[in-house]
């Protein structure tokens, strides 16, 4: 307990909560400008963009909400002035649940919308884990069938192009295949099917053998915990691994694989003609194979999603603390979920759509080396106060021509100014002192050629002799002269 009157240590208070991530420029701008290419395939597909509030009644979040008396697991909660309960959004998709149930007599139907903003989770936060993170979806509400299942799939393969990923997979199944096989090796129980479930989903972390493992007894791990398995006999272990095994490297021969599992099962049956209808029409749409993929171990939101499910996943690999090789892997998903919308009305309305993680595929391609480094603005030095005016004159030049630029504002001399200019990733400085402003020029020191061209220069002297990346010109070429060093540089 704190001392009666004793002051709180001021460095004690600049602290943040845990899972609150601070952005700096170059975060920020790497996300708005992976949100404006993302929602131009959206709306260059015709989808119509809507914003909704923060915070949503936590009644409308339904069964997916843990709590009904105090709403706050998982989600952050506060009562309002009459009582109501107020939640923040934890996702995208159920603002549009209850925004197209109230609209739904006025709207086009089907309803195509697009959406993005922070969503919120009060969940234990790790890495890479945030309870605050930006989202961009898009979601078709009022349409049947697999036409607009194919439509979101093909679409988000499009999206993640466009937000600048090289490698990646779209990987695609369905709840009738998944059903259906349970119902062939006769795992009635819930328990069990969802012991089942997981255990596929676990399939490039545990491999085979790990499945095998949990689809039987139970499995250890590493540290000893031990994991209760499906309790599932040889047979049927053998054919959920059979099913485990079906992707192939081509959609067509996925689905020739996973037909040859299971026979004579209704809703199985029905999943491998889903996926049929599907590939024909991604073929349609332009969504190449080996891009986007049918597999069979894609498992997600077994209590929301009714249809088609779909995830997609970043192939690049980056190295952990020891040295190993991890895949990035999700960084965005969905599906269809017809049960969402209906429950605010007393009828059936379908819904299908998705979801990328900006705020991961932003983090995850910065590791990756795919997101472009931010370049800073041009630094105008000030050597003399008297003449900071000038300093500003040449700024508003710069930046009249469309070159990002800042005149400096502290008081310190050049050393620290180029400190400065150093740390805010300037591309290049403007410096003016006595012997430039009698001839009327300007010497402009190119940051990033000067100091490649620095590394090769040993000694002081040849330094000072060459003055690597530095160049006086006339006050009417400075603008072209640093033109032609930003083009040079990127």
Known sequence: MMAKNKKPNPKSLARKPRGFPDKREDVLKAELDMIHRVSSVYR???FEGIETGAFEYADALGKFLPDQDRPNAGVFAIQDDDEQWMSLRYDLTAPLARFAAEHWDTLPKPFRRYAYGPVWRNEKPGPGRFREFMQCDADTVGAKGPAADAEMIAMMAEALKAAGAQRFNVRVNTRDLMSGLLDSIDARDEETRLIILRALDKLDRLGLSGVADLLGEGREDESGDYTKGAGLDAERVKRVLAFAESGKSSRGETLEALAAVVSGNEA????IAELREIDGLLSAMGAPDGVVVFDP????GLEYYTGPVFEGELLDEILDEKGRAVRIGSVGGGGRYDGLVSRFRNEEIPATGFSLGISRLAAAMSLTGELNALSGPV?????DREHVADS????HQLRAAGIRSEVYMGSSGMRPQMKYADRRG???VVIVGEDERQKGTVTIKDLIVGAQKAKAIKDNT????SRPGQVEVSRDEMVATIKGMLEADN
């Open 379 to 383: 630094v105008v030095l000030v050597l």
């Open 462 to 465: 040849e330094w000072r002799e």
């Open 44 to 46: 260059l597909w015709g």
């Open 426 to 428: 300037a591309p290049a």
């Open 268 to 271: 199985y049956d029905r999943g």
């Open 392 to 395: 500003h004159v040449l700024a």
């Open 297 to 300: 171990t894609i498992v997600r």
